[in-house]
T-cell receptor
């Protein structure tokens, strides 16, 4: 079954404590991306990657890092989380047209 | 730069009535257009897409959308709404080129179908 998986699904943490949200896809897609969803703002792209070792900033990259060491994985790293990064995060993987989304990670930073 | 506008934050419709969720877009070149649905506490599910061909696109759960190039619109429609259609709907656009282009989303429209 084609899918994008994310872990953890829920995370509560404190300001400044580094965290990583993992993302993995099994469709051999080259293009992967991270979004955050906030009420009234829709989905905003954080980072994207067009292939292994190729990453670029999206619309809201501040405070985030990513890496793409292998095709299937695209982790999102928050080196020093802050409360304004409390949000719902989605990883996505894309073929030539259609984009597949992971189930989401709800992050709360206190 | 590409953009998507969903002019209604919320659409209310009675069960059994037709529904329309509006979307307009702006993009350089020929667009790829998508609709996604998000049920409470769930991820985004793909509904339908327009790439090329017929302007009327049929998708999952009885939804369809009409591509109108002159009006740069891609409204989502369903002839008879169900209470279970109540969810958050997102329109998205990218454009055709030799590689990948960013998928840009609208802010979403909440559809509420009353019994």
């Amino acid at each position: 079954e084609a899918q994008v998986t994310q872990n953890p699904r829920y995370l509560i943490t404190v300001t400044g404590k580094k965290l990583t949200v993992t993302c993995s896809q099994n469709m051999n897609h080259e293009y992967m991306s991270w979004y955050r969803q906030d009420p009234g703002l829709g989905l905003r792209q954080i980072y994207y990657s067009m292939n292994v070792e190729v990453t670029d900033k999206g619309d809201v990259p501040e405070g985030y890092k990513v890496s793409r060491k292998e095709k299937r994985n695209f982790p999102l790293i928050l080196e020093s989380p802050s409360p304004n990064q409390t949000s719902l995060y989605f990883c996505a993987s894309r073929g030539r047209a259609e984009q597949y989304f992971g189930p989401g990670t709800r992050l709360t930073v206190t | 730069a590409q953009s998507v506008a969903q002019p209604e934050d919320q659409v209310n419709v009675a069960e059994g009535n037709p529904l329309t969720v509006k979307c307009t877009y702006s993009v350089s070149g020929n667009p790829y257009l998508f609709w996604y649905v998000q049920y409470p506490n769930r991820g985004l599910q793909f509904l339908l897409k327009y790439i090329t061909g017929d302007n009327l696109v049929k998708g999952s759960y009885g939804f369809e959308a009409e591509f109108n190039k002159s009006q740069t619109s891609f409204h989502l429609k369903k002839p008879s709404a169900l209470v279970s259609d109540s969810a958050l709907y997102f329109c998205a656009v990218s454009y055709m080129n030799s590689g990948y282009s960013t998928l840009t989303f609208g802010k979403g429209t909440m559809l509420l179908v009353s019994p």
